[in-house]
């Protein structure tokens, strides 16, 4: 599977931002896709999470200003973040998984300035 994200910029905070993740290649119909950012000196963590059937999941820090979702086709997985905060700045990588599979993304830079 390879996964490739898009989307991030430099945004002023209070603005807007929408990310993108198409994934191409051996996709399961079970699975789950995920956004994971790593700012500058922290670990990777998870941002929303989204499976096959719709389900989704937020971390706390990021509840109320992002939503996740994925194309009809369940091959592109979107990050729609309002709201932005200095805090939201970092890498932004996409995550597939699939039982025992799991891949990663390259990742796409999220600036947000205060």
């Known amino acids: 599977v390879q996964l490739q994200a898009s989307g991030g910029s430099l945004v002023q905070a209070g603005g807007s931002l929408r990310l993108s993740c198409a994934a191409s290649?051996?996709?399961?119909?079970?699975?789950?896709m995920a956004w994971y950012r790593q700012a500058p000196g922290k670990q990777r963590e998870l941002v929303a999470s989204i499976t096959s059937t719709g389900n989704t999941d937020y971390a706390d820090s990021v509840k109320g200003r992002v939503t996740i979702s994925r194309s009809d086709a369940k091959t592109t997985m979107y990050l729609q973040m309002n709201r932005l905060k200095p805090e939201d700045t970092g890498v932004y990588y996409c995550h597939y998984s699939s039982g025992y599979r799991a891949y990663w993304g390259r990742g796409t830079q999220v600036t947000v300035s205060s």
């Open positions: 290649g051996s996709i399961f119909s079970g699975n789950t």
